[in-house]
């Protein structure tokens, strides 16, 4: 692999968390953003994630500090990409934000450099001209929590070499991921692929009158042994999440189930202001949900 300088292009919440993890496991990170301001909101979010991986992996403030001395901030870009081995860009889920930055990368990277997009919605395919050198690109998708949801899902396009591919794999195994390698282009990679149509289905049961919340959840739960069923998984991942992807599927299908999931999450939980488990209540109330009570699962 040789990987030893990592770039992190964008400092939101998954491009620090990716950050740090890099850096944690002995690689030397700079974090690019646009400006100042938004590097020292990545720097407090960066500091916020040492008592949650000294929580959930009893990682030492030793530890912790060692990768943060391995880690620099930057909001020149040629300066950040001076030396790096691997971009792992995660800018904003837009695709014209991601040509131009491509564009913009690509004029100032060194030829050795690969870049890998941490997109969740659009294929490497769809910008892969605008890097430069779409044989050194790809995907490398993390899910949010990436200490503890440790899979890094890596999908190439048509023309990636075949050696990075497997470069970037190895890199994913090497910051503590379960790589999850995809041999073509798939919209949802393999995670959402297969959630995504779950989470549909149960939204669909509920709105037809078909069964409620807890009744869904619990047939899911006691036949699969899951820890957890498709509405407790819509309250983690945001419900006004949900109604947005609800909404655009109506809108491109016209699709009158899709409209009606949408027309009923907006209604009864986007405008109540019942958006799931971070504003403390959703299809459930938190910090205590129904469904972690010893009883939910009997009769």
Known sequence: MGYKTILIAGSGVLGSQIAFQTALHGFAVTVYDINDEA??????????LKPRYRADLGTTEEQ??????????QSDLAQAAADADLVIESVPESLPIKIEFYQKLAAVAPEKTIFATNSSTLLPSQFAEATGRP???????????????????IMKHATTDEQVFADVVEFAKAIGMVALPLQKEQAGYIVNSLLVPLLSSAQKLLVTGIA????????????TGAPVGPFGMLDIVGINTAYHIARTRAEHTGDAAYQAVADVLKRDYVDQGK??????EGFYKYPNPSYTEPGFLKG
């Open 39 to 48: 590097l020292n909101r990545a720097k407090a979010r960066i500091q916020d």
């Open 64 to 73: 912790a500090e060692a990768a943060l001395a391995r880690m620099t901030f």
């Open 135 to 153: 044989e050194k690109f790809l995907a490398l998708h993390f899910a949010n929590e990436i200490w503890k949801n440790n899979t890094a899902e």
């Open 212 to 223: 409620d919340v807890e009744t869904i959840d619990k047939t899911w739960m006691v036949a």
């Open 275 to 280: 958006l799931g488990k971070a504003t403390g």
